[in-house]
């Protein structure tokens, strides 16, 4: 009975040992070594300060060869565009009121593509609530490409879903 016991309890034993030994290992690799630290006075060294002993300040020294991981890259403009084609993609995807809302008013959006994207999602979600914010972004725009992708949104959310001609799509 009693290496019924002991076995399962040395075994667990060895098993949180080995993940605890993982886990330091993996905080190695991810901070190989502790920063310099140096002194202020090696530093800068300050001629001009009075003779009176400063207690030493200790600062971290920051090495130029690792760039701080952590550190986000920012976010360029082309990024933002398909981030937020992808966002009015998903919305359209949803069938809640409010998400209808967010792909609408980006129809204001000053950049075209994130426009055409927001006309796109608001086609997809397939309601005709989104007629009259397309109507109004229709009046809004000069160019005439545009204005050709508005009209056909409005066309096709205008065609009711129980019509011959819509069964025919």
Do not use: C, W
Request: a negative charge; charged letters at 20%.
């Amino acid at each position: 009975m009693r290496a019924k016991v002991i076995i399962p309890v040395g075994l667990f034993g060895l098993i949180g040992l080995l993940a605890i030994s993982l886990a330091h290992r993996r905080l190695k690799q991810i901070d190989p070594a502790p920063p310099e630290v140096k002194s202020v006075s090696e530093v800068s060294p300050d001629t001009s300060a009075p003779s009176a002993v400063a207690p030493p300040v200790f600062i971290p020294a920051v090495s130029a060869a690792a760039p701080d991981s952590t550190l986000a890259e920012p976010e360029t403009h082309e990024d933002y565009i398909n981030r937020r084609i992808g966002e009015l993609m998903d919305l359209a995807m949803t069938d809640e009121q409010s998400a209808l809302v967010v792909i609408l008013s980006e129809l204001t959006n000053p950049d075209a593509q994130v426009r055409n994207a927001a006309v796109d999602a608001a086609v997809q979600f397939k309601s005709p609530d989104a007629i009259p914010s397309l109507q109004g972004a229709y009046n809004r725009t000069d160019d005439p490409q545009e204005k050709i992708r508005i009209s056909s949104a409005i066309e096709f959310l205008a065609v009711p879903a129980a019509s011959p001609i819509a069964e025919q799509n």
